[in-house]
């Protein structure tokens, strides 16, 4: 089956840019995951759908970050405007239900300048 | 908050030799996870235990959950090359509505010498 696929793969942008990330996940996966990967680090949750619904984005800095599931598929990850701390990879899973093993993508290496 | 810790956060280990990562939870965790992840890549699922005291086995793998649910180990007998990679334990803690949150430790790195 296909895995969960995310573009861009690299961006690279100027702080108080802004920028939007895409992830589509495995077909029939309900709930779906951002990540925020800094080096060195474990993934941070940063947001969790349950299909088109919130259930946790208590790590999301709501004052810059952003993220829609509509339809309950394909999501976005927008951050406006970027700070140099936000260079990380930002990583978008899937799994079947919650509590259940989660499928990541490749990821997006963000290099804010 | 909710933390989980891991040691060590590196280890260099030659071929052949055993390596363990260690994972430990200030609360009971309702089940952990481990992941790989490879150098340049992205976490990959391992395993999910969910029992007071379960053992699974993977191979050359062999992964335990605490009597107490709050830590958790992964040992690996006789290290090879293909085991490169930064090792991850995830766990979701028990009660409240953590809608099976997961909390990452920060893993360790394993480096095998040939």
């Known amino acids: 089956e296909a895995g969960v696929a995310q573009s861009p793969r690299y961006k690279i942008i100027e702080k108080r840019q802004s920028v939007a990330f895409w992830c589509n996940p495995i077909?029939?996966?309900?709930?779906l995951y951002w990540y925020q990967q800094i080096l060195g680090q474990g993934p941070k949750l940063l947001i969790q759908?349950?299909?088109?619904?919130?259930?946790?984005d208590s790590q999301l800095p709501k004052d810059r970050f952003s993220a829609e599931r509509l339809k309950g598929v394909d999501s976005t990850l927008k951050i406006q405007p970027a700070k140099l701390e936000d260079s990380a990879v930002y990583l978008c899973?899937?799994?079947?239900?919650?509590?259940?093993?989660?499928?990541f993508g490749p990821g997006t290496r963000l290099t804010v300048t | 908050g909710q933390q989980v810790m891991q040691i060590p956060q590196y280890q260099h280990v030659q071929e052949g030799e055993d390596f363990t990562t260690y994972c430990n939870s200030s609360?009971?965790?309702?089940?952990i996870q481990w992941y790989k992840q490879r150098p340049g890549g992205h976490p990959v699922f391992l395993i999910q235990?969910?029992?007071?005291?379960e053992v699974k086995k993977q191979k050359r793998l062999t992964f335990q959950f605490g009597e107490a649910k709050k830590n958790s180990s992964l040992h690996i007998t006789a290290t090879q090359t293909t085991d490169v990679g930064t090792y991850f334990c995830?766990?979701?803690?028990?009660?409240?509505?953590?809608?099976?949150?997961?909390?990452f430790g920060q893993g360790t790195i394993l480096t095998v010498h040939p």
């Open positions: 899973a899937s799994s079947f239900g919650t509590a259940s093993e989660q499928y």
């Open positions: 077909s029939g996966h309900a709930t």
């Open positions: 759908f349950q299909n088109n619904g919130v259930v946790d």
């Open positions: 609360t009971t965790l309702s089940n």
């Open positions: 235990l969910v029992k007071s005291g």
């Open positions: 995830a766990g979701i803690h028990a009660g409240g509505t953590s809608y099976g949150k997961l909390t």
